[in-house]
């Protein structure tokens, strides 16, 4: 359960107890006016009819400026009401929380501000000493930082959704984590005074068909954790992705000029990044994450297709390369 606060002008009064009537919602609470004309509404809702309620809520406000809608976190309802415990029981286990609060919490993870830059950097020397250093718990530190995840998962959103401001949004966020991971991981390779092609850094020159599955079920996980609400599961699919440590191996392998080894993380990091956003969209699909309005959820059901279908053929084509690079080598 959650409280969804409204404050709007007092003449929306009727039209929130309608919605809460229709939608059988009991426990509604009504503040004094304000002086400014506006009003403090709280209605305690069930997992059920939250999206519903927050949509019919944002489609009847639409044209005040001053509404305002917020979602409030409820840890426990104790309540002697028969009905109440029965929801509570229902709802055990299986919170899926609503399209806003998903949207508001992958948008921060793609935001391109100093604080992104700053982790990328540190993620960057964490990982590149941890692979120089063949210290694996050092890198499984580089990897629970993961600044490139939210960006990737940020993009799988925005396209089912149709946002395409979050879009691009992630994309320049991904593509500058990556540039900047790879300049450090260049520095750090030229200063280095000990062999840089360490087992560790090597393990990252190759990318197989059981990392593409562990990616698929990392970034499946990603977005499942997200729309259920469960997220520490977050933490397991950082290990399990790791995009830090081939990016870093990148910049590892150009500073001493071993273009091949560079590919072979390169190709790695690509397989890693398609898998996730393919399989995050494939949840996000599944669970119904769309568009408040028809006509936004019938342009976006069109552009999924379509990103669905590049997702899909940029893997084919990432698998067909570590074949042939297999069979080469």
């Known amino acids: 359960m959650k409280i969804i606060e409204v404050i709007a002008d007092k003449q929306y009064q009727d039209t929130i107890k309608v919605i809460a009537e229709h939608h059988q919602i009991d426990d509604v609470w009504f503040g004094a006016e304000n002086e400014d004309g ?105 990897m629970v930082i993961a600044p490139l995840l939210g960006p990737n998962i940020a993009f799988s959103l925005g396209s089912s959704l149709g946002e395409t401001r979050l879009m691009w949004q992630s994309l320049k966020a991904i593509a500058s984590g990556i540039i900047l991971a790879i300049v450090v991981a260049t520095i750090i390779g030229l200063i280095w005074p000990l062999p840089i092609e360490t087992q560790e850094v090597l393990i990252r020159t190759e990318a197989n068909y059981a990392g593409t599955a562990i990616a698929l079920a990392s970034g499946a996980a990603a977005a499942l954790s997200l729309v259920t609400g469960t997220s520490g599961v977050l933490v397991g699919v950082m290990v399990a992705v790791a995009l830090m440590p081939p990016a870093v191996t990148i910049g590892l392998m150009l500073s001493i000029g071993n273009l091949p080894l560079a590919l072979g993380a390169a190709l790695l990091l690509a397989v890693n990044i398609v898998c996730i956003n393919l399989s995050a969209k494939l949840v996000f699909l599944i669970k119904g994450i769309q568009p408040r309005t028809w006509l936004e959820a019938r342009t976006a059901k069109q552009s999924q297709k379509i990103y669905l279908l590049i997702w899909v053929v940029l893997l084919i084509l990432l698998v067909a390369v570590i074949y042939f690079r297999h069979k080469t080598l």
Do not use: M
């Open 38 to 142: 506006r009003i403090d509404a709280r209605l305690l809702v069930t997992t059920e009819n939250r999206q519903l309620v927050l949509d019919e809520l944002q489609e009847a406000l639409q044209t005040s400026s001053g509404a305002r809608i917020i979602i409030l976190p409820v840890e426990t309802v104790l309540s002697s009401d028969k009905n109440t415990k029965e929801q509570n029981k229902t709802n055990k286990g299986s919170s899926i929380i609503s399209r806003e609060e998903i949207f508001s919490h992958v948008e921060k993870g793609a935001q391109l501000n100093q604080n992104f830059f700053v982790l990328v950097v540190l993620s960057s020397i964490v990982a590149g000493i941890g692979l120089l250093e063949n210290n694996i718990a050092v890198i499984i530190g580089a």
